[in-house]
């Protein structure tokens, strides 16, 4: 499958604890962005990566919320001490260059107990 | 602030009849706008795009018509097919950003 993989599909956390979640882009992309879809809503922005730089975090919570994309390896967004209204799901696009259009992955869900 | 606007939450069209999806935008200086298509516990699939340096783009069975004057696109798709109920969102970007700015999307089920 050479689409954007994201893992875990679904992923269920209590309050307080942290979420990791991985994001493969597709074969040759290196930009990724990420995004949260609350129910009924559209997808809202929140970070865009190149290998091993952060160049818009303007989506992104000031705190708790985290990306990166390493060298080697997935771009991971952590949440940290999650609370209720982190439930959502959260989608991972990639594209080759800056302004091709961006491929999505099939999105993590994540329910905050 | 909602900069990109999709007012009708639900549409229903007969198959083999013409799907039209509108989307408003409010920031002028939005230049690049998409469509996609999205299905239940999937993520979205980009389907069309158009700069605003053109007013229509046609990719087989869709065309996204752009209208800057009155700051409004459409997605048509002719003819519509059962297999094209989805939810389709609407995007825009304008250069220098990558980041999409998404409507709230618009249910289309085409009727068999």
């Known amino acids: 499958n050479a689409g954007v993989m994201q893992n875990p599909r679904h992923l269920v956390r209590r309050r307080g604890q942290e979420a990791r979640l991985r994001c493969s882009p597709m074969k040759g992309h290196s930009h990724v962005y990420w995004y949260r879809q609350l129910p009924e809503e559209g997808l809202k922005f929140m970070v865009y990566l190149q290998k091993e730089n952060i160049i818009d975090e303007s989506g992104m919570p000031k705190e708790r919320f985290s990306a990166e994309f390493p060298k080697e390896g997935p771009s991971i967004l952590r949440i940290q001490q999650v609370v209720r209204g982190d439930s959502a799901a959260y989608f991972c696009?990639?594209?080759?260059?800056?302004?091709?259009?961006?491929?999505f992955g099939d999105g993590t869900r994540l329910s905050i107990l | 602030d909602q900069q990109v606007k999709q007012n009708s939450p639900s549409l229903s069209v007969q198959e083999g009849r013409i799907s039209i999806l509108n989307c408003d935008y409010t920031n002028s200086m939005f230049d690049y706008f998409l469509w996609y298509k999205k299905y239940p516990a999937e993520g979205p699939t980009f389907l069309i795009s158009i700069s605003s340096i053109k007013d229509k783009n046609e990719d087989g069975r869709f065309t996204v018509f752009l209208n800057k004057s009155a700051k409004h696109l459409s997605l048509h798709i002719v003819p519509s097919q059962p297999g094209d109920s989805a939810v389709y969102f609407c995007a825009a970007s304008y250069s220098g950003t990558y980041k999409y700015i998404f409507g709230t999307g618009t249910r289309l089920k085409v009727l068999a």
């Open positions: 696009a990639s594209s080759g260059q800056g302004d091709q259009p961006q491929h």
